[in-house]
């Protein structure tokens, strides 16, 4: 369970720098743990002059999976600086959903992972 932990751990630090990034100036989140899984919402406003990274995003969370290179990357997380669409790639990665939401003033991510 410490390592699952972890894992959420991380997948929300990268999204609130993410989210920074974008010129994010409201951020929220919120966490459910659910009996086959777990779910993170976020919401943040961003600076409109960063919309293109976020039409962007729905490729790094949302693109195939490779489980041979998820504990590769995994080990790597936070041991150097690979640039933030490799962070974001192994975001991806870890959930096994993601719905991406893009709107005038604000931007709604909603991630899952089923255990």
Do not use: C
């Not at 777990?38 to 919401?43: Q, S």
């Not at 936070?78 to 975001?91: A, P, Q, T, W």
């Amino acid at each position: 369970m410490k390592h699952i932990r972890k894992r959420i751990s991380k997948i929300i630090d990268e999204m609130m720098l993410f989210f920074f990034s974008v010129g994010g100036q409201k951020i929220h989140i919120d966490y459910e743990h659910l009996d086959m899984g777990y779910r993170i919402a976020m919401e943040s406003d961003y600076d409109p002059a960063s919309r293109e990274d976020l039409e962007h995003l729905d490729r790094y969370l949302n693109g195939p999976k490779d489980e041979s290179i998820l504990e590769y990357y995994w080990e790597l997380a936070g041991e150097r600086e690979s640039g933030r669409d490799s962070e974001l790639y192994l975001v991806g990665q870890m959930i096994d959903k993601a719905d991406i939401r893009v709107e005038e003033n604000k931007v709604t991510v909603v991630l899952e992972k089923r255990f």
